[in-house]
């Protein structure tokens, strides 16, 4: 298990920038999330750190099963 930080602590390989966390409205299968990720500053990349993405997945189809 890695520590949790608020600080992302990851730099954008293109520009060298510390990643800032920005809230960004992630979409899957219709249903859409407020999460925030790892942004640059300079460019725009995103990064989606793939647990994240596992969790929100993990959501969405747990949510589906309620039905
Ligand atoms: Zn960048």
């Known amino acids: 298990m890695k ?7 990851l730099l954008c390989l293109k ?6 966390m920005r809230k960004i409205r992630f979409v899957y299968l219709g249903y859409s999330f407020d999460t925030e990720l790892p942004r640059c500053p ?10 994240l993405v596992k969790d929100k997945v993990a959501e969405v189809e747990s949510s589906l099963e309620d039905k």
């Open 3 to 9: 520590p949790v930080e608020k600080d992302s602590g």
């Open 15 to 20: 520009c060298n920038l510390p990643l800032e």
């Open 42 to 51: 300079g460019c725009g990349q995103l990064f989606l750190p793939e647990d």
